[in-house]
């Protein structure tokens, strides 16, 4: 029968799996796994799924700006270069906002109100992936969309983020222009110039902007208070969000009809459909808000997700096919 061995002298003589004289290696799976844990924080700071989104709406811009199908090298270049900067602003927001971040039950989980990510690190990221994003346009598309893309990111880092954000509840319907942004540097890419067409599609983005951001608001107002950021929803009544996302969809609505000299009846036929519906459901919120009844706005948010998705889309196959226009 073996002697027993002492739980002391156990640690004190580890086992030894490398070169007599060489410390063990660390085991690969935990290098594995913090890696993994590294490169996804990274990853969150760009906040993948609003990227999805943006560029959602470059393609068919370009679409529309050569009335064909642009070449697949230039989509591409275009796409990656826009997700870097669409990047590059959101990791440069996250360093700038990880302290309301982190009073959000919303954006608690983000990389840098955790501190999974060290703000200097984020900044350097966010800063190198801005940079990136102007040379690659520049050299794969034209310096007008390598212009466009660092006035995009400076816009919603130095105007949204760190003045309006804080100081008004204008701050979503003036920031927002920032998302607006892909629209043009898809035109742009395309024909090196900012046509009409490219500012009519500026616009829609540009008025939808509220009642979607609002209506996720009215769902996290306590979020926002909690933060000391005055969203509308926070420093306003019910009724009055409501009026006002009831406004920006008429106007929105209305907004999307400036492109019928450009296309055909397959796109008018979605935006006379699609508007409605969606002013309609906003009246409906308002509505309920007007009565007092318990409503759900994230209805309206997620129908304006699909709203701005399939109105792009269309504006892509309309272009695509080459139909007649309207007017």
Known sequence: MSAPVSHRGAAERPERTGTPGQASPAPARGRLARFRDTVRAYLGLTKTRIIEQLLVVTVPAMILAERAMPSVWLILATLVGGAMAA???????????????????????RPTARGEVPRRNALIFGLVLGALSAVWLWATTNLLSALLSVAAIAFYVLVYTLVLKRRTSQNIVWGGAAGCMPVVIGWSAVTGTVGWPALVMFGVIFFWTPPHFWAL???????????EVPMLPVVATPRQVSVRIVAYSWVMALWTFLLLPVTSWIYAAFALAGGV????????????????????????????????????????????????TVL
Do not use: Q, W
């Open 277 to 324: 519906y969606f002013v309609v459901s906003a009246h409906r919120l308002h509505a309920g808000v007007k009565a007092g009844r318990e409503v759900a706005p994230m209805r309206l948010f997620h129908l304006s997700n699909l709203y701005l998705c399939g109105l792009f889309l269309t504006i892509a196959v309309d272009a695509a096919i080459g139909l007649p």
């Open 87 to 109: 990047a590059s602003a959101h990791a440069l927001n996250c360093v700038a906002d990880a302290d309301i971040d982190a009073k959000m039950k919303r954006t608690s989980r």
């Open 217 to 227: 608001a009215m769902k996290y107002k306590d979020d926002y208070a909690a933060a």
